[in-house]
């Protein structure tokens, strides 16, 4: 699935700024409670080509960077604010805090220096994506898409060989169709189909020409003990923060 923006954590190490101090800010994160205050500095920084404003937080009272938010400023008629001058007031030099929206969150469950998971968000901070490292090995096996907030699909390498090879769709937040690449050739060659009972039927295509040639319905499947493909899930502590 690509390394993608989870190696860019590397160019954060900058960001991650040590305890205590006179922060600019003074935006504290209330999820520490130690002597090491979880206090950071704004710092504009560019990402994929656009500048952001970053918060790094230390979530567990370590004294490192474990959380990045980055915001961009828009303003009042909601157009987008582009430049790092746009984000500074021009009277005083400081960071300005109004009309920011959250437009992505980084985390380091693992505490390794590397961003584990990325969490995207809309124009009106409605979560639309979000991409998992869940073997540590910075490389994404799991990816989620959203929308107006709402799980809609979910793709999956299961084999950790860095190629996609399951893909879920919902509706309702329930699955109602699962796609494999059973044989890892990059081609889809399985569909499993849901109704209110579960597994409804499974379409198969046997002579990679990306057609169904045989299905199995609902007293096939039970007979035969076929099962839907499963692979990696979120890693626990990766939801919002």
């Not at 008629?77 to 960071?95: C, E, F, H, K, T």
């Not at 920011?100 to 505490?111: A, G, K, T, V």
């Not at 295509?205 to 035969?224: A, F, L, N, Y």
């Amino acid at each position: 699935m690509g390394r993608s923006s989870l190696i860019v954590a590397a160019a954060l190490a900058g960001v991650s700024a040590g305890c205590g101090g006179n922060q600019e800010t003074g935006e504290a994160d209330a999820a520490s409670t130690s002597a090491c205050q979880a206090l950071r500095n704004a710092v504009v920084l560019p990402v994929d080509g656009f500048d952001y404003l970053v918060y790094p937080r230390d979530t567990n009272g370590d004294c490192a960077t474990d959380l990045w938010r980055l915001y961009d400023v828009v303003d009042d008629d909601g157009n987008v604010l582009i430049g790092a001058a746009a984000y500074r007031d021009p009277a005083n030099s400081r960071i300005v805090h109004s009309n920011r929206r959250i437009r992505q969150q980084w985390l380091d469950l693992n505490l390794d220096g590397y961003v584990d998971v990325v969490r995207y968000y809309d124009a009106l901070e409605r979560l639309e994506r979000v991409e998992y490292d869940t073997n540590y090995d910075q490389n994404i096996d799991l990816s989620e898409t959203y929308a107006e907030g709402r799980l809609v699909s979910r793709s999956v390498d299961t084999q950790g060989d860095d190629t996609t090879d399951v893909f879920r769709y919902y509706r309702d937040q329930e699955v109602f169709r699962i796609e494999v690449d059973t044989d890892g050739d990059g081609v889809k060659d399985a569909w499993h189909f849901y109704d209110s009972d579960g597994l409804a039927r499974i379409g198969r295509d046997t002579d990679g020409d990306g057609d169904i040639d045989t299905w199995e319905r609902r007293s096939m499947v039970r007979t035969s003990g076929s099962a839907s493909p499963d692979g990696p899930t979120a890693p626990e502590g990766s939801g919002d923060e």
